[in-house]
């Protein structure tokens, strides 16, 4: 079975999309649309950034969108299973047809503009590399939960967030080797509990249909119905994202990575090591991948 995934926040680079928007009417199209809903120039910060601009979450999350359902349409392949990294889970509902562009990309400035509540100048998210999960929950729990497992994403490679303050406090206490992320929240903390309500309000508002696909979700790492959709990404915002455990119940051993990066990849050969995994970020792989896809 082969499964699409889509990557998330920290993937993004100067020029990501250029070539497609350059080669490709339909991408021009695309961006222009995300323009006009995002009232920024989505292509303009793609394609020549600068990087601190890209790293502003509201920029961040929407030019993430954008490339990956772009790339997704444009190889026109169908897939047995699907699945996204924190922003990288809108992408797949949309590929499932779970919502239309447009909706997917209100829904994802709507989301970035409240994640920016609680943008921090200073590191609050930390990668730990090189011990067990368990060791890193038993030291959350000694702290009494001041730092937060925040991403699951394979084994020996974890993220804890929280607070500047207490990264600071805490450090020479987080044990692993350790890297202070560039990015500007401790997102999928507790931290984002206080937005999840008018997040949900917001949700409320669109017509959002079955998945046509398994989209497993973040939250629960099972896959979405229509029944929980809202409940599990209003969960996502402030809860770990289970991507380990995701890939691990997949019944996948082929993945196509759609979006900036290879980020996703490399964890699922931690996770997997016989998998088979391809990554399609631009037109040179963009070709690849169609080609592949026709054998598989």
Known sequence: MRSAVFPGQGNQFVGMGKDLHERFSFAKERYEIASEITGVDIANISHTGPSEKQKETRNTQSITYVLSTTLFDLLGA???????????????LYAAKVFSFEDGMKIVKKRGELMTQFNFDEPSLVAVIGV?????????????????????????????????????????????????LSVSGPFHTSLYG???????????????????????????????????????????????????????????????????????????????????????????????????????
């Open 132 to 180: 067990d999960k368990n060791e890193i929950r038993a030291f959350c729990k000694s702290i009494d939960n001041r730092i937060e497992m925040a991403l699951l994403n394979a084994p020996g490679n974890y993220v804890v967030g929280g607070h500047p303050e207490m990264i600071k406090r805490y450090w020479d206490s987080i044990p692993g080797k350790k890297t202070k």
């Open 194 to 296: 206080g937005i999840a309500e008018e997040f949900r309000a917001y949700l409320k508002q669109f017509d959002f249909g079955n998945p046509e696909v398994d989209v497993f979700s973040n939250y629960r790492a099972r896959p979405h119905n229509r029944e929980t959709l809202i409940d599990n990404l209003v969960h996502q915002l402030w809860n770990p994202v289970q991507w380990e455990l995701t890939i691990e119940r997949m019944p996948s051993d082929i993945f196509f990575e759609i979006g900036p990066g290879q980020s996703l990849n490399k964890m699922i050969k931690r996770i997997k090591p016989d998998a088979e995994t391809f990554t399609v970020s631009d037109v040179e792989s963009l070709a690849k991948a169609k080609t592949l896809l026709n054998k598989v």
């Open 78 to 92: 169908a897939f047995d299973t699907l699945a996204g990294h924190s922003i990288g889970e809108y992408a797949a």
